[in-house]
């Protein structure tokens, strides 16, 4: 079993930083994938980043692209997602995820974490 606990969110001006972290536990993850997806209100949730955890590139949406790195500490079992120049559409609920095989759609993910909100203001 895998657990993922989120943290980090809260409220920024528009322009401004968040750092997300994802403290996975449970199992070993040296063969997953970690994402992250976001859910605004009133839309479905959508993938933002997702990465292996062993190393190698990771996969943007585009629209966060040059804004948001995702990274990771092996040591730490955590994962992290650094959101530069943040804009109001950037509101959502921000979950990670862990996947056997990675990809950007959400049935590829076998756990979740409880989300936390990330609101953007003008």
């Known amino acids: 079993q895998v657990q993922l606990v989120e943290s980090g969110g809260g409220l920024v001006q528009s322009g401004g930083s968040l750092r997300l972290s994802c403290a996975a536990s449970?199992?070993?993850?040296?063969?997953?994938?970690m994402g992250w997806f976001r859910q605004a209100p009133g839309k479905e949730r959508e993938f933002v980043v997702f990465?292996?955890?062993?190393?190698?590139?990771?996969y943007y949406r585009d629209s966060v692209k040059g804004r948001f790195t995702i990274s990771r500490d092996n040591a730490k079992n955590t994962v992290y997602l650094q959101m530069n120049s943040l804009k109001p559409e950037d509101t959502a609920v921000y979950y990670c995820?862990?996947?056997?095989?990675?990809?950007?759609?959400?049935?590829?993910?076998?756990?979740w974490g409880q989300g936390t909100q990330v609101t953007v203001s003008l």
């Open positions: 995820a862990a996947s056997r095989g990675g990809g950007t759609l959400e049935r590829a993910y076998d756990y």
């Open positions: 449970g199992r070993t993850f040296s063969w997953y994938y």
């Open positions: 990465i292996r955890w062993s190393g190698g590139n990771a």
